[in-house]
């Protein structure tokens, strides 16, 4: 839940997403898909609270989270719930940009959402204290670096990295997209993209959700066990995404 990144691509937005976890933290499952009559909803899921950090329906929103808001925060558990389940919880909200001022965040720790919802893109941002909504350029592409493991000189840098990625990279594809999460830095472990803190604290799995206009391509990089999984989500209901 670290590190984020929204690109539109010829073939559709690209959402990606690392996750930095301790080692004492469970290992979560590779996405699974769950139905109701209408919607099909597949993410992948964790352990230790039964939510997820990353999650996609058919119709094509999708959500992802982020650990902190603005600046790192000293944690003070127990908390009311966990940020995983509070982000299925906001996924499943009808009229997301009226409801999500009246959503009930008391003793939730603070945390950022990334939302493609409907062609739009919006960052939620919840610092324990308030609320700050903002809609994003859904023409433009974006980096997101965790308040709590990244410092602002930290995520400057590779908001840096990406802007040469890009020049380099003008229509890149999924596995590029994921290639460069892999790769990305200056040879520091400790703030690498793919990161690692004295094989305590590091980049445990990829994410990467490609929301194309027939269907979606969820790639998941599993570093624990080694695997990548491939699934594919055909959408109805089509909101046909952003091209370039």
């Known amino acids: 839940m670290c590190t984020v990144t929204f690109i539109p691509t010829k073939k559709g937005i690209a959402i990606t997403s690392n996750r930095d976890e301790h080692l004492s933290r469970g290992k979560a499952t590779a996405p699974i898909k769950t139905a109701s009559k209408t919607i099909e909803l597949i993410?992948?899921?964790d352990p230790?609270?039964?939510g997820t950090w990353i999650a996609t329906k058919n119709n094509g929103d999708t959500i992802?989270?982020?650990n902190g808001a603005f600046e790192k925060h000293i944690s003070q558990p127990p908390y009311a719930k966990s940020r995983g389940l509070i982000l299925l919880e906001i996924f499943n909200l009808e009229n997301f940009t009226e409801s999500i001022h009246q959503f009930d965040l008391t003793n939730i720790e603070p945390f950022?959402?990334?939302?493609?919802?409907?062609?739009q893109l919006f960052e939620f941002r919840w610092n324990s204290k308030e609320r700050f909504l903002r809609e994003l350029d859904i023409h433009h592409s974006y980096i997101w670096s965790s308040a709590t493991l990244y410092n602002t000189e930290i995520s400057n840098k590779r908001k840096e990295w990406f802007?040469?990625?890009q020049l380099r990279n003008l229509s890149p594809s999924q596995y590029e997209i994921i290639h460069f999460h892999l790769t990305a830095g200056d040879g520091d472990a400790y703030d690498n993209l793919k990161m690692n803190r004295d094989n305590?604290?590091?980049t445990v799995s990829i994410s990467s959700i490609l929301i194309g206009k027939n269907h979606s391509d969820f790639i998941y990089v599993d570093f624990y066990g080694n695997k990548t999984t491939n699934e594919r989500i055909f959408k109805i209901n089509n909101a046909t995404p952003v091209e370039l």
């Open 163 to 165: 802007k040469q990625w």
């Open 200 to 202: 305590q604290l590091f």
């Open 112 to 119: 950022t959402i990334v939302y493609y919802l409907n062609n």
């Open 48 to 50: 230790d609270a039964g």
């Open 64 to 66: 992802v989270l982020l």
């Open 43 to 45: 993410y992948p899921k």
